[in-house]
């Protein structure tokens, strides 16, 4: 069973261009976690997917971020006109059906956005 | 202030020794998660809690609910446990769930 898998795992965009992240879920995994870690601070939450719907969004900057989860295919985390303060690390994480508030989560090896 | 507070936020121990990482909150929670983040980046979840303790190899997991307290325990600690322990709780709430980290500790072991 494969791990959950995010790619790219480094991505470099100029000032004003588009970042697309993606993250497979492990296989069976139904609820889909996007964290943020800033060079030399800690993760913060951004947004907390199920299939086709957003759960919470609280952690996501208002502005210039979107995310999915689609269907079919993997979890998209969009940043729009990206500025050099997106430059982070940005981990996906993974969970099966949560049930009764206890549940597990696997995390991606991460994408590392520079913004140049 | 933060919601979750680790100490100490850095930690050098020899090889063999037995470390203890602290993690304080001040939420109510649903559960905590101890997470293991090693230089290259990697994050891998060492245990989720919601009470007592639990065992996995040399690591130690405790909480105790009522003091908003948990800690992680390192038995004959070893040069490979060298990484960033990452406390994180889980709130949840009517409007959603709340995820909130500790900074981390970072851990050197020296041979």
């Known amino acids: 069973n494969a791990g959950v898998m995010q790619n790219p795992r480094h991505l470099v965009r100029r000032r004003g261009q588009e970042a697309r992240l993606r993250c497979s879920p492990m296989k069976g995994h139904s609820h889909v976690y996007w964290y943020r870690q800033l060079p030399e601070e800690g993760l913060k939450f951004m947004v907390y997917?199920?299939?086709?719907?957003?759960?919470?969004e609280s952690g996501m900057p208002k502005e210039r971020f979107s995310a999915e989860f689609p269907k079919e295919g993997p979890s998209i985390l969009r940043i729009q006109q990206v500025v050099r303060g997106d430059s982070a690390a940005y981990f996906c994480?993974?969970?099966?059906?949560?049930?009764?508030?206890?549940?597990?989560?696997?995390f991606g090896p991460g994408t590392r956005l520079t913004v140049t | 202030k933060n919601e979750v507070e680790q100490s100490p936020q850095n930690l050098t121990a020899q090889e063999g020794e037995f470390i203890t990482i602290n993690c304080s909150y001040s939420v109510g929670i649903s559960a905590l998660h101890w997470l293991q983040q090693h230089p290259g980046g990697g994050i891998v979840s060492l245990f989720m809690l919601s009470s007592g303790k639990k065992k996995h190899g040399r690591l130690i997991a405790t909480i105790n609910i009522q003091e908003k307290h948990s800690s992680l325990h390192i038995t004959a600690s070893h040069p490979r446990d060298s990484a960033v322990y990452i406390c994180a709780v889980l709130v949840v709430g009517r409007t959603g769930n709340q995820f909130y980290f500790g900074t981390g500790t970072s851990l050197t072991v020296i041979p």
């Open positions: 997917l199920q299939k086709e719907n957003i759960i919470d």
């Open positions: 994480a993974s969970s099966p059906l949560w049930v009764a508030g206890v549940y597990e989560q696997y």
